[in-house]
């Protein structure tokens, strides 16, 4: 099959198809909705929060509920060892990237770089495309994105040690509590106590008494519901907080350009070669699933707890403004690319 038939292909697939109309749609609505003033000033900000405390702890927790096998569990560790591993790669790799600047640019620069929105903004697209099994593998992925982002991120912008409040927004968030608590289980439900339990076909199976998916359907559905909002919601806050801002001063900024080109274009591709070269070493075998879930949620825009800093602690703030704006416009643009170039390489039978 020749690059032109691939690319057919990919974009003849109606279930990618379907997932990159679904988001660019819906946040268009949102952005319609905001200009028209169907949504007031406060619909994006409210919208995020019911999507980070009730609906993404809900996908995150239930994506936990299905089997394990010696594969699924290497698969796991796999990309819980990436999820580590690359915030520190881009740690030094940022570095280079932002010489000319100097000071306090050049620090926002660089975490704005590092840490992406990968909770609110890639894991929504994730599911879309890769359903439960995805979103298993993002949460496992995003541990590391956790504890750099409230340690090594916090204190290169305050310029302070770790505090215990910071500590707390760690560990103790809806979405951290919901991923450990889901990880637990799925780790370890063979060594649980098990319930027999009659499945759809009339037979009894075995299953550890935390998998409500099969112990306990009244809870389960519910969740199920609740995680359904993930997606819709947060597209639809993405496209309200566009609507809600001017474009003319982030995009006549030179600098905000040259971040959103190493965000959303040059990090996945970082990501890309060196998990490559793992793979083909077989250092760190990655599953083509695993690389889109990667590429996908390293092409995320500034992440909002990353921008937060910035203003926070008077560190540019207006270029974090900008910067989040951009990248953001940026992201949703190219989120069709990525998805193209993902089957590409999966074409390619690299990974």
Same mark, same amino acid.
């Given at each position: 099959m020749n690059l032109l038939d691939i690319i057919g292909a990919t974009l003849t697939d109606m279930d990618i198809v379907s997932s990159i109309t679904s988001t660019l749609f819906i946040i268009l609505l949102g952005f319609f909705c905001r200009k $028209?003033?169907?949504?007031?000033?406060?619909?994006? +900000?409210?919208?995020?929060?019911?999507?980070? *405390?009730?609906?993404?702890?809900?996908?995150?927790?239930?994506?936990?509920? +299905?089997?394990?096998?010696?594969?699924? &569990?290497?698969?796991? =560790?796999?990309?819980?060892?990436?999820?580590? &591993?690359?915030?520190?790669?881009?740690?030094?790799?940022? $570095?280079?990237?932002?010489l000319k600047f100097k000071g306090d640019k050049q620090d926002t620069l660089r975490v704005l770089t590092i840490f992406g929105s990968t909770t609110f903004f890639g894991i929504p697209i994730v599911g879309a495309i890769y359903g439960a099994e995805g979103v298993l593998y993002a949460s496992i992925f995003n541990i590391g994105y956790r504890i750099f982002l409230y340690s090594y991120g916090y204190? $290169?912008?305050?310029?302070? $040690?770790?505090?215990k409040?910071?500590? +707390?927004? =760690?560990?103790?968030?809806?979405?951290?509590?919901? *991923?450990?608590?889901?990880?637990?289980?799925?780790?370890?439900?063979?060594? &649980?106590?098990q319930v027999t339990v009659a499945t759809a076909d009339g037979t009894k199976e075995s299953f550890a008494f935390l998998r409500i998916d099969q112990t306990a359907i009244w809870?389960?559905?519910?969740?199920?519901?609740?995680?359904?909002?993930?997606?819709?919601?947060?597209?639809?806050?993405?496209?309200?907080?566009?609507?809600?801002?001017q474009f003319k001063t982030a995009v006549s900024d030179r600098t905000s350009w040259?971040?959103?080109?190493?965000?959303?274009?040059?990090?996945?591709?970082?990501?890309?070669?060196? &998990?490559?070269?793992?793979?083909?070493?077989?250092?760190?075998?990655?599953?083509?699933?695993?690389?889109?879930?990667?590429?996908?949620? =390293?092409?995320?825009?500034?992440?909002?707890?990353?921008?937060?800093?910035?203003?926070?602690?008077?560190?540019?703030?207006?270029?974090?403004?900008?910067?989040?704006?951009l990248s953001t416009i940026t992201a949703v643009v190219m989120i069709p690319f990525w998805i193209v170039v993902i089957n590409l390489i999966n074409h390619l039978n690299i990974f």
């Open positions: $028209k003033g169907i949504f007031n000033e406060n619909v994006g +900000k409210q919208l995020s929060k019911v999507v980070l *405390t009730v609906a993404l702890p809900a996908l995150a927790f239930n994506a936990f509920m +299905k089997d394990i096998d010696q594969e699924s &569990l290497v698969e796991g =560790m796999n990309i819980l060892i990436w999820g580590l &591993l690359i915030y520190i790669i881009l740690i030094i790799l940022s $570095k280079p990237m932002y204190i $290169k912008m305050s310029g302070l $040690k770790m505090e409040e910071n500590l +707390k927004q =760690m560990f103790l968030n809806p979405i951290v509590i919901a *991923t450990f608590f889901g990880l637990f289980i799925w780790i370890f439900q063979n060594s &649980l106590p809870l389960y559905k519910p969740m199920t519901y609740l995680s359904k909002l993930a997606s819709p919601l947060a597209w639809l806050s993405i496209g309200a907080t566009l609507g809600a801002v040259i971040y959103s080109f190493n965000k959303i274009i040059l990090v996945p591709v970082i990501n890309i070669v060196l &998990l490559a070269i793992l793979s083909i070493t077989g250092i760190l075998p990655m599953s083509q699933v695993c690389l889109g879930i990667v590429v996908i949620m =390293m092409a995320a825009p500034t992440a909002t707890v990353a921008a937060a800093y910035a203003i926070s602690f008077d560190k540019d703030a207006l270029l974090a403004s900008n910067a989040s704006l």
